[in-house]
């Protein structure tokens, strides 16, 4: 008697993978029509039938929760952005407390990542962390909302992003950083970072930076500030300080994107005799553990990573039992530290603590 037909007798037949043939029969829309409707014509040819007690199997919960990470260029071997690491130990807790476990991995965007989560069910939600490049990574987050799949990132709130996003405020952090330098008597300012739509974080925080500029009148309302691309890395950051001093600009205040482009920055100014602050205020973005520990420390935006990651897992939870959910943006806190020397009174320094919410660190 021959064996009953399986989904591995459509793939080969039909000169796809099975889990496409999976996809297939669920009518996922991430196969084309086309594909779908040949996939389909094989199984009615084999007369194929779905196991229903092992779909029902795959239904239920598995009560695990994926944590998808970027591979990000680092100075060590982790590929792990320092800010993310900092997220993971209320994540897990949190997850701990939801009665979830946590299954953590590396995005792979070479193949159907997304698709994969879902056809295994290895997990009843995802986790995104990192930056990468929006422009490629919002398609994939369209994919992920197309075929219902339970997900929660971190990253920029605006109305292009698809699905649930929890996001610090970085307009408005880019603005503090900015006011915080205006008012300690700094006039030439810089900008180095992302400032387009494939970082949106990015943007956001630049956006801040010139709109502070602008209310001044530092910046004339029909003028960009000077700005020089870097993505978030020290050896970026490095390389575009380097290229600023040579470039003989003036300048006394740098406003960096990101504390790992600060700490690049910071190593090409001192490698040029330029005193910091004495020379030029220079500011980064994340308060990672080592802004702490430059010399001098970091002026920073602190974002609160262990309040970002209860909100990741309770949010993912509330759509994991079809509870409804909203995107959640988490203010940010300046902390000043010694790389941004004051040229005001300790006055208006102050009444700028109070008014923001400041934290001065004295290290």
Sequence with gaps: MKDKATSFDIAHMAGVSQSTVSRALRNSPLVSIETRNKIKAIAKQLNYKVDKNASNLRQQQSKTIALLLFEDPTSDDSMINPFFLSMLGSITKASANAGYDLLISFQQFSNDWHADFEDTHKADGIILLGYGDFVDYKDKLT???????????????NDETPGI????????GGRILTEHLLQRGYKHFVFIGGADNRSPEFLDRFNGFRDALRASGTLPKNKTPRHWDA????????????ALIESGEKFDAIVCASDLIAVGVLSALQESKIKVPRDVALVGYDNIPLSRFTSPPLTTIRQNTQLAGEYLVNTLVQL?????ASSISIPGELVIRRSCGSTESSDIALEQQVKNRLYEEEI
Excluded: C, F, M
């Design 143 to 157: 994919k992920l909302v197309e075929q219902g799949t339970h997900y929660v990132r971190w990253g920029a709130i």
């Design 165 to 172: 996003t929890i996001g610090g405020d970085n307009y408005n």
């Design 231 to 242: 993505v978030s890395t020290e050896t970026s950051g490095y390389n575009v300080g380097k």
């Design 320 to 324: 994991i039992e079809k509870i409804p």
